[in-house]
């Protein structure tokens, strides 16, 4: 009888036993779990963050370089601006007597007559210092008017000019202005333009 007790007692404690066993392993397991868990949710926290700074940096990055061309594009706009600066080669002369007519590139085109509608770019300056007061190659766009609603010296000094060809007139003001003031020519000033004849006609 003893020996039964005994033997009862003893499965017992080794139920017991193994039950413990049992609900430790599982509870190790599942605090095991819950770590993996919460170390997979912070891998991927950070990686989410590396990704956003990553993408923050490109963006910053990206505006800099656009500010920076922007700011090389107007510095080289500036740089290029025509109005304000010397003539490139020409030498300043005190005054003018008569109407001076230089081609510096000849034209193979067609060639313009008395008369004529042109379209071309030019560059104006004074003759007494070089600086230029005026020129279409600032904004790009070159001028049309027929030949007989500019100022003399253009009247006589572009007639036999080809299309394709650059001449440059140095104009005496009564040629010019005369005793008229205009924007950056004082009265009574003698002129000098470089003239690139794109075309003739409308």
């Known amino acids: 009888m003893g020996s039964f007790k005994d033997w009862r007692k003893r499965i017992i404690a080794i139920s017991a036993a193994v039950l413990f066993l049992a609900t430790s392993v599982g509870f190790s397991l599942m605090v095991i779990w819950q770590i993996k ?8 926290q950070q990686e989410l963050q590396s990704a956003l700074d990553q993408a923050q940096t490109e963006n910053t ?4 370089a656009n500010e920076a061309t922007e700011s090389t594009n107007q510095t080289s ?14 030498t300043p002369v005190a005054s003018v007597t008569q109407l001076q007519i230089t081609d510096t590139v000849a034209g ?11 379209t071309a770019h030019y560059t104006g300056a004074l003759a007494k210092d070089g600086t230029i007061f005026q ?3 600032d904004t790009g766009n070159p001028f049309t008017s027929p030949l007989a ?3 003399q010296g253009w009247q006589t ?21 005369g005793s008229t003031e205009r924007p950056g020519i004082p009265a009574n ?6 003239i690139q004849l794109i075309k003739i006609g409308e």
């Open 37 to 44: 868990r919460d170390n997979d949710q912070n891998k991927q």
């Open 61 to 64: 990055n990206a505006s800099e």
């Open 77 to 90: 706009e500036e740089t290029t601006k025509l109005e304000g600066t010397k003539l490139s080669g020409f």
């Open 108 to 118: 193979t085109g067609a060639e313009v007559k008395a008369g004529d509608t042109i």
């Open 135 to 137: 020129s279409s190659l």
């Open 149 to 151: 609603n500019l100022i």
């Open 157 to 177: 000094g572009i007639p036999g000019m080809k299309e394709g060809g650059t001449r440059r007139l140095v104009i005496p003001a009564a040629q010019a202005y």
């Open 189 to 194: 000033s003698d002129l000098v333009f470089d």
